[in-house]
């Protein structure tokens, strides 16, 4: 296998929302705010056996999200962020010294935006066409060139639509958090369109389940077709 062994990990309410649909500076209440403790420790040591964690763009543009691990304990995975057209700021807190940065673009990426990413020290890979990265070409690169043997993908929506489309996750591990959020526009853990009735319906083996508080974390694998 000559990608990475990657897993998502995906807090989620009773009604299959990881967010509501928010603005940019708007804080997500599925977080500290609303999460039980023992949930964000258990988020934290997962995202330290990683080598690599990556996100799509919109964690960036609405959370400015940094992806390091809390309270400096450990060493902080590379930070990988999916960014098509390279629309991040280049002031954006995920270009920090923290931790390493990968900015993956694609080969319609403004090349004076691609510019300032590297000028703030990020590693900038090319991989596909248009708005959307080439996943199975970045997983080889991540892989092969920059050695990450183990990836969490964080999110978000459309990032765990496409990475199940391309059959890439080892593991889908899903919290299941006792509150409702509602609302028609809140965003799901996979986005975009249906895989029924056009095209084939992913199914996964339950692996594990275990209750923590009112919580419970589920952890699942792609079921193996004969």
Wanted: aromatic share 6%.
């Amino acid at each position: 296998m000559n990608r990475p062994y990657t897993f998502m990990l995906v807090a989620m309410s009773l009604d299959g929302k990881i967010s509501p649909r928010r603005h940019p500076g708007q804080p997500n209440p599925i977080g500290p705010t609303l999460i039980h403790e023992k949930i964000m420790t258990l988020h934290n040591a997962q995202r330290s056996t990683v080598d690599g964690i990556m996100v799509g763009l919109n964690c960036i543009l609405l959370d400015d999200s940094r992806l390091t691990l809390r309270d400096n304990k450990g060493t902080n995975p590379t930070r990988i962020v999916l960014d098509g057209l390279a629309e991040i700021s280049p002031q954006s807190r995920i270009l920090d010294h923290d931790a390493p940065t990968i900015i993956a673009v694609t080969q319609d990426a403004p090349a004076r935006k691609v510019s300032a990413f590297k000028d703030r020290g990020a590693h900038v890979v090319k991989a596909g066409q248009g708005k959307y990265v080439d996943l199975p070409h970045l997983m080889k690169v991540l892989y092969e060139d920059f050695h990450i043997k183990r990836l969490m993908v964080e999110g978000g929506g459309t990032v765990h639509r496409s990475m199940i489309t391309a059959g890439l996750y080892d593991e889908l591990q899903l919290i299941m958090c006792p509150f409702v959020m509602g609302g028609s526009a809140s965003i799901s853990p996979v986005e975009r369109s249906a895989f029924w009735p056009r095209g084939h319906v992913p199914k996964f083996t339950l692996e594990k389940a275990e209750i923590i508080e009112n919580y419970l974390y589920i952890v699942y694998t792609p079921e193996k077709e004969f």
